[in-house]
């Protein structure tokens, strides 16, 4: 067996840091042009080359998604900033267009190239014909069983990868072909710019009766028929390696750094204990806890195990989870004085009692019984955006851990007395 790769979402530097911190041996993210996650910060092309740097000291790989579907305002551009990535040391390109893959290899001969799961590759043979052209790796359409992927594994090269989405937001349309953003709001799905109209309550009628407006499936927040669940394979390693995947990808570029902790962490314990030795594999409860405490919809396993016709993966609510937020991330620790710095996230109170997650998978309950400001000050709380604090603690904290409160926090900071 392969051990697979645990590939993280960067959707800025923060959240690059972080993965790599938190055990990601690859990550993924995009410039500002062409990736399919146009409301994460992104890379300019100054910052694509520090990102490749960091990894490179970390021994992190380092792919460019360029996964857009071009039109021909954009595929003029893709030259140049294939190039750039290319020079600056980037491990693969992932693309799904037939024309930006065909610049890529023209340009950039001597670079990877992974088909993103847009290209809906859902069999052998689309596979060898895209290993035929030179491609790497392919990310597996999400719509595939395991089954389905075990055999399509048995059935080409040995040298070409799979890839698979095993945790994160799920796509309605298959694929994540959908047109519908770009109907409603002119914002085309398909080059990064999704309003996620599926998250959207809708009603129907009938042609002949236009005034009578019918729920669909309803709870007591509407009607969410398009709205699916999460995916979260955590519990199921074992299936994941034994159907050949080489690459467990996380979803969530545009989610946040403690998302990016607590999910890599979680999935890089799993992996490496089930390669420690498989008899002896048992799902964590603490692999659990990260994970529960990530803002999330209902987990599913996505179509690993069911059809989409059997089982829609639908999550009809408008509300995610959200039992815990963030309220700092660890920037160092001081031996001497047994202080914790921190850089603020949301409001921490003089008495909280915090969870804490490190990146070697550590987890830490502490209150906050004596908070400073960064000129040595005593606060009563910290309530400034990014403002640095720091607060005694009994434990070692290494950089990039982080310091989360129990509960909602629309809800918590609301209820507080003003």
């Known amino acids: 067996m392969n051990k697979p790769e645990i590939l993280a979402p960067a959707g800025d530097f923060e959240k690059l840091r972080v993965a790599a911190a938190y055990g990601a041996d690859a990550v993924y993210l995009s410039g500002r042009r062409f990736g399919l996650r146009a409301g994460s910060a992104n890379f300019s092309p100054e910052e694509i080359t520090e990102a490749i740097r960091y990894c490179k000291s970390r021994n992190v790989r380092c792919y460019i998604a360029m996964n857009i579907l071009a039109r021909p305002e954009d595929i003029v551009h893709v030259e140049s900033e ?4 290319a020079e600056a040391g980037a491990d693969a390109f992932i693309v799904s267009d037939p024309g930006i893959f ?3 290899r023209r340009s950039c001969p001597d670079s990877d190239i992974h088909i993103s799961t847009q290209a809906s590759v859902t069999n052998a043979e689309a596979c060898r014909f895209w290993h035929s052209l030179g491609a790497r790796r392919i990310v597996l359409a999400r719509e595939l069983s395991l089954r389905e992927i075990a055999e399509i594994r048995s059935e080409i090269p040995e040298d070409l990868e799979l890839e698979c989405f095993v945790h994160g937001a799920m796509c309605v349309s298959y694929s994540g072909r959908c047109l519908l953003s770009d109907r409603f709001t002119g914002r085309s799905a398909n080059r990064g710019d999704c309003a996620q109209p599926c998250r959207w309550e809708y009603r129907v009628s009938e042609v002949k009766r236009p005034d009578e407006i019918f729920t669909v499936e309803a709870d007591a927040t509407g009607s969410y028929i398009f709205n699916s669940k999460d995916m979260c394979m955590i519990r199921h390693i074992p299936e994941l390696v034994r159907a050949g995947i080489n690459s467990l990808k996380i979803e ?10 607590g999910v890599t962490r979680a999935y890089r314990e799993a992996v490496d204990l089930y390669f420690s030795d498989p008899s002896a594999y048992t799902v964590s409860d603490k692999w659990i806890r ?15 195990f069911d059809r989409p016709g059997e089982n829609p993966q639908l999550f009809p609510e408008q509300i995610s989870h959200k039992p815990a937020f963030v309220v700092g991330m660890v920037t160092r620790y001081d031996p001497l004085t047994h202080r914790v710095y921190v850089s603020q996230r949301n409001k921490l109170n003089l008495g909280d009692e915090v969870s804490v997650i490190t990146p070697d998978g550590a987890e830490y309950r502490i ?7 960064e000129k040595g000050v005593p606060i009563e709380s910290t309530p400034h955006p990014l403002m640095n604090y720091s607060m005694t603690c009994p434990h070692a904290l290494p950089e990039y851990s982080f310091l989360s409160k129990d509960g909602d926090k629309d809800v918590s900071l609301k209820s507080e007395p003003v």
């Open 367 to 373: 209150t906050a019984t004596e908070l400073l400001d």
């Open 82 to 85: 294939a190039r750039h990535c």
């Open 290 to 304: 990260f994970l529960d405490r990530t803002v999330h919809r209902e987990f599913g396993t996505g179509f690993f």
């Open 252 to 261: 969530g570029r545009v989610k946040g750094s403690f998302y990016a902790a």
């Open 102 to 104: 065909s610049i890529i």
